[in-house]
């Protein structure tokens, strides 16, 4: 069922820009156009660009907010990735604030 | 012809005009029972050319697409019986399976059971946040009658409601509700200091609106406490129901609240995303049960606050109910909730 979803009508999650999009919906409530808008706005690229994975691995690599591919010299991932995430979005992420907390690291 | 299908998943052949029939009778029972406005002429072709659609599999045009959140991604592998640990579970979603976000969930999936084993789930979701990506909620089913006997301390309110005993069904519920309202704060707590990004309650209002109400007034206290926490509720049923029957919620009465309601009160207790659930009548055709599932949350995304993620899956947002959902459904579901329906998510 989620294969289906994500084919059918999915943005593409971490392959494209899903996981920043929902992270909008998620943390401040924003409705699905706003969303997009918004990450599409701090992202610098174009609306059809969020769901495009050429243009979309290329812009992350960029900025280092992780991609689907974990080999040599992949983008920052998990709590890197989101904590370039948190300044990129302009929001807190829960487990990177967690994360500074107990290393005492501020960025 | 059209080959379609039975809300129970069997084939069934139609011609077009047949479908538009089915169509509009669904679309029809939605307006009388949801009083909700109904679809355009022009959605109606849509929906008929998406369900008429002869390829197997349907998707949205490059532009429409919407974001996924999901119910107990662990569970979908327990229940195949691969014997994968939930953190790499999680991980799959995210590599493999393009998610746009996570729920880490026990295989129980109550809240109740979930109690017993904080320190290990705290661990789970801990250890999964520093290796993944996407926003990742804790989920679990508010499932109050486990608070009820033989599963609980309550008195069950479907023993004393068939014996006239009114009052007593109200008392034992709006004491299931409290114990079930405690639990649900204490999972939150947990979950949030473990570093989830916040709680999916799903299947919300399973046990009527005395659950309804305990789910509400749990949010609320969450948020107060944590503002930033972000909170999805997903819905059991299209329609609350009234057990109790005349429990309120900031001065409305929940029993009877059809999916607009239920996401209004969502919002009005601090929650970021709603689900509305809309039940298949397997009597009913596809056509017939999608037409009355997207006419109902097309109007909920209409008048919601809040983002919009519809249920569609076994049994609900139109597709069969099948253990294993039949393609050809879920993808034109998929794709007339996104474009007909206006969701915000599924």
Partial sequence: MAIVHSQASGMGGVRTAGDLVARMQLAKSMRLN???????????????????????????????ISTVYMG??????????????????????????KFKNKTGMKF | MV????????FVEMTESEVRKEVEAGVEEAVKKAKCPPLTEDDIKRLIEIICEPRKFVSVERGNELVLTYDSQPLKFTRLGLPIAM?????????????????????????????????????????????????????V??????????DGPCENASE?????????????????????????????????????????????????????????RAIEKLKERYPNMSIEVGM???????????????????????????CRMIAK???????????????????????????????????????????????VGGVPMQITPPIDCVSRASTAMAEIGKMDGL
């Avoid at chain 1, 701090?42 to 960029?62: C, F, H, P, S």
């Fill in chain 2, 269 to 315: 207790a601090g929650g970021n995303i709603a689900g509305p659930a809309i039940n298949t009548n397997t009597r009913k055709s596809f056509p017939w049960n999608l037409a009355r599932a997207v006419t109902m949350c097309k109007y909920a995304a209409e008048v919601s606050p809040i983002p919009v993620h519809a249920n569609v899956g076994m049994g």
């Fill in chain 2, 87 to 139: 953190p790499q579970i999680l991980q799959t979603y995210e590599r493999g399976l393009m998610a746009d976000t996570l729920e880490m969930a026990y295989v129980h999936y109550s809240a109740k059971p979930v109690k017993m084993i904080f320190p290990e789930e705290q661990y789970v979701v801990a250890e999964t946040l520093l290796t993944t990506t996407p926003a990742l909620l804790y989920g």
């Fill in chain 1, 34 to 64: 706003d969303a997009k808008k918004y990450v599409a706005d701090k992202l610098g690229v174009g609306l059809l660009d969020l769901t495009d994975e050429v243009v979309m691995r290329e812009v992350r690599e960029e900025l280092d």
């Fill in chain 2, 236 to 262: 059991a049923g299209e329609f609350v129901l009234g057990f109790h029957g005349s429990l309120e919620y900031k001065g409305e009465r929940l029993a009877g609240m059809y999916p607009h309601d239920q």
């Fill in chain 2, 3 to 10: 080959l379609t299908r039975m809300g129970d998943g069997a």
């Fill in chain 2, 160 to 216: 004393l409601l068939p014996k006239g005993l009114i009052k007593e069904a109200q008392e034992a519920q709006l004491e299931a509700a409290d114990l079930l309202e405690r639990d649900l704060l204490l999972l939150g707590e947990a979950m949030y200091e473990a570093g989830a990004d916040g709680l999916d309650l799903d299947t919300t209002a399973a046990g009527g609106d005395a659950e309804f109400y305990a789910c509400l």
């Fill in chain 1, 72 to 97: 040599y010299g992949a983008a920052s991932r998990g709590i890197e990735a989101k904590a370039n995430i948190a300044k990129l979005l302009d929001i807190e992420i829960n487990c990177v604030e």
């Fill in chain 2, 141 to 150: 089913m508010p499932n109050m009658p486990m608070y009820t006997k033989p």
